[in-house]
């Protein structure tokens, strides 16, 4: 079978709080079911494109990465989108899940535009939305970890990842945590998520692969390890 493609967008500057754990585990899940794969590093300026690839994931980062990834984001909407609509499954954490949304302005008014892949608009807050958090959604209860000064909400028609149970999730006032559109998934959780959190890493993997590699079916994996970091991390305040 042809490789599975996971690219991994701005990996120098959208990576904070372990986010590049993701794309580790979604290389080892593959990894332990011998199916081959590769991952494709996506810095800021290169002209990689995004229908090439089967999973995409970027991770978080400071106010100042975003300012320096956002232009780049912007040039290449077109593409996102494209991969987005074809069915391509994307993971898009923090810093970048709100520039995935309309509009990102920081805590100091500077705005930054997005790619509106997400009926979403992100506003800096006062103080930040620290801790563990635990979310319902489709994929079963998530665990990840929060720290974002930025308040999203999401537009009328905008599903959410799923309804925080502990924690702050999009905006500290609501329940709603992240987006979804299509297979893209947009989150506060860092932790890094996928690592304790694998049925969720497998439906990425499951949704991404569908579109062209539909004949693989991804095996059972011993997740023992996983889940007990998962309820460890659940009873953490
Ligand atoms: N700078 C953004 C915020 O604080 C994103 C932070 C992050 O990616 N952890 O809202």
């Known amino acids: 079978m042809s490789e599975v493609v996971i690219a991994h967008l701005f990996p120098h500057r959208m990576n904070i709080y372990g986010d590049t754990g993701n794309v580790i585990t979604l290389s080892k899940r593959l990894e332990w079911r011998g199916i081959p794969h590769r991952v494709d590093l996506v810095p800021v300026g290169s002209d990689y494109d995004l229908l090439g690839a089967d999973v995409v994931v970027a991770g ?7 300012i320096e990834v956002a232009h780049d984001l912007v040039e290449r909407a077109d593409n996102v989108r494209l991969a987005v609509e074809a069915g391509v499954a994307f993971l898009v954490v923090c810093g970048s899940y709100q520039l995935f949304g309309r509009r990102f302005v920081a805590s100091d008014g500077s705005e930054l535009a997005g790619i509106g892949v997400f009926d979403a608009e992100t506003v800096g807050g006062k103080g930040r939305l620290i801790g563990n958090v635990i979310v319902e959604s489709d994929f079963g209860r998530l665990v990840g970890f929060e720290n974002h000064g930025g ?40 932790g890094s998520v996928l690592p304790k959190n694998p049925g969720f890493a497998d439906e990425l993997l499951r949704l991404g692969m569908e579109r062209r590699h539909s004949m693989v079916s991804l095996g059972e994996l011993d997740d023992a390890i996983e889940v007990t970091a998962a309820r460890s991390a659940a009873t953490r305040p």
């Not at 978080?60 to 975003?66: K, R, T, V």
Request: with cysteine; charged share 15%; glycine share 24%.
């Open 151 to 190: 308040r999203t909400i999401l537009g009328s028609g905008q599903a959410a990842l799923g309804r925080v149970t502990k924690g702050s999730g999009n905006n500290g006032s609501g329940s709603d945590e992240g987006a979804v559109t299509h297979h893209c998934f947009g989150t506060y959780l860092h």
């Open 60 to 66: 978080g980062g400071e106010d100042i990465s975003q």
